[in-house]
């Protein structure tokens, strides 16, 4: 009994892992814990790389990202089936970022333009790992906002170019030439940083 109940749970494991995150979507709404787990698994770095890059701070992003999950959880019987759930959750945690900056700003009485003057403070200990945390710090500051958006996805998330394409709905040519551009950006910030 106990054999068959370990095989059962890794045959179930073997399951979730071949589905499409449209699929377990679908399953998340149903209450299927190992689905929401299994999308968790499969998004987390891309969500995260995606919050980042609007919040451009890591200890907001963490929270952001906690209440984006939540929130999947709590929503995914409103998902309507597109193919396109990643873009569905982008949704939801951009809203959430935007409600975070109303909030920063009722709380302190500031801009939106002043927030984007906020220091990072302390990388998150997965990009404290990261090399480039002085080309991700540029990143966060020179880049505009849909430039963040590609570069984190592509570095940070590791996702490829098509992917980012789909998942922000802009078409390939645009990403490929917003990440190229962006690239130029942060490889002369450094040079002049290297100058100083």
């Known amino acids: 009994m106990f054999l068959m109940g370990i095989l059962s749970t890794l045959e179930e494991s073997v399951a979730y892992g071949k ?71 982008f949704t939801i945690a951009r809203n959430l970022c935007y409600m975070k900056f109303r909030d920063q700003k009722h709380e302190a009485d500031i801009g939106l333009s002043d927030l984007s003057e906020m220091e990072t403070g302390e990388f998150c200990p997965q990009i404290e790992d990261a090399a480039d945390k002085l080309v991700l710090n540029a990143a966060l500051h020179i880049l505009n906002e849909e430039e963040r958006q590609i570069v984190l996805l592509r570095t940070a998330a590791g996702l490829k170019h098509r992917e980012i394409a789909a998942s922000l709905e802009l078409p390939l040519a645009t990403v490929l ?20």
């Open 19 to 89: 589905m499409s995150d449209e699929k377990l979507l679908l399953l998340v709404a149903q209450g299927d814990k190992e689905a929401f787990q299994r999308l968790y698994q499969n998004t987390d770095k891309t969500i995260y790389g995606f919050i980042l890059s609007i919040l451009r701070n890591p200890q907001d992003a963490e929270e952001i990202m906690q209440e984006t999950y939540l929130k999947v959880w709590i929503s995914a019987g409103s998902y309507q089936s597109q193919g396109k759930p990643l873009a569905w959750m």
């Open 177 to 196: 030439s917003k990440y190229n551009r962006a690239m130029k950006k942060l490889q002369k910030h450094l040079r002049e940083e290297g100058e100083h």
